[in-house]
């Protein structure tokens, strides 16, 4: 299984509810990321996760909750979202938890719609 | 910090050879990648350089040159299903640690 998968596909939100991404890879590997991406722009780097320990915050506000729950799931809580951060919420994964990868595996991301 | 220029739009035909340059300002470099992305879809990984020279995968290449800081992504054959955006990116270590920081984008369009 070579798949990075995310849940759901599309999610629309009001700025006051409270809602969770999924990623799953059963690829065996130790690092897990998660990127906001907005139109026509490259992907960010939000947080990752090595070893299924927060290794990395790119100063994301805290209305962004991440959650490594196992080595295979990763999460993204969200709360009190503003409508700037529509996007689309990439998960990816790589091999090694002892560094970033340059090659990293992307789930199809959540396009998150907030009204 | 860093920085990452590569042009933002190509245009060929089919059948022709492309290349998307990249050049890179970083304070540290560990190799550059490159990544397609369709339209709707995730990012896909295609190469990745660390060490001087071409690096070959079918119908796409990738070369660097670090004294230049800067590399490039050649397609051949170029087929409509290469039309899609291209990143060049690179390791870069920062306070939070090492990062994968990605260029804009190129967007290759390729028509019949």
């Known amino acids: 299984d070579t798949e990075v998968t995310q849940t759901p596909k599309h999610l629309v939100m009001g700025m006051t509810n409270k809602k969770s991404l999924k990623c799953e890879q059963h690829m065996g590997h130790r690092a897990m990321y998660w990127y906001k991406q907005k139109a026509k722009k490259p992907p960010e780097l939000m947080f990752v996760y090595s070893y299924e320990k927060l290794s990395i915050n790119e100063s994301v506000p805290s209305r962004f909750s991440p959650e490594c729950p196992n080595s295979s799931l990763l999460n993204l809580h969200l709360h009190a979202l503003q409508p700037e951060d529509s996007a689309l919420y990439l998960c990816a994964s790589s091999q090694s938890g002892g560094a970033v990868s340059y090659e990293q595996y992307f789930g199809p991301g959540t396009r998150l719609t907030v009204t | 910090g860093q920085s990452l220029e590569q042009p933002s739009e190509v245009t060929a035909v089919e059948g022709a050879i492309v290349q998307i340059n990249c050049t890179y300002q970083?304070?540290?470099?560990?190799?550059l990648s490159w990544y397609q992305q369709h339209d709707g879809g995730a990012p896909t990984f295609l190469s990745y350089?660390?060490?001087?020279g071409l690096e070959e995968t079918g119908r796409f290449s990738s070369f660097l040159s670090r004294s230049d800081s800067y590399g490039y992504l050649l397609l051949q054959e170029l087929q409509m299903k290469d039309s899609a955006s291209y990143f060049c990116?690179?390791?870069?270590?920062?306070?939070?640690?090492?990062?994968?920081?990605f260029g804009k984008g190129t967007t290759l369009s390729v028509s019949s």
């Open positions: 970083t304070s540290g470099f560990y190799g």
């Open positions: 990116a690179v390791r870069e270590r920062g306070q939070a640690g090492t990062a994968l920081i």
């Open positions: 350089n660390a060490l001087d």
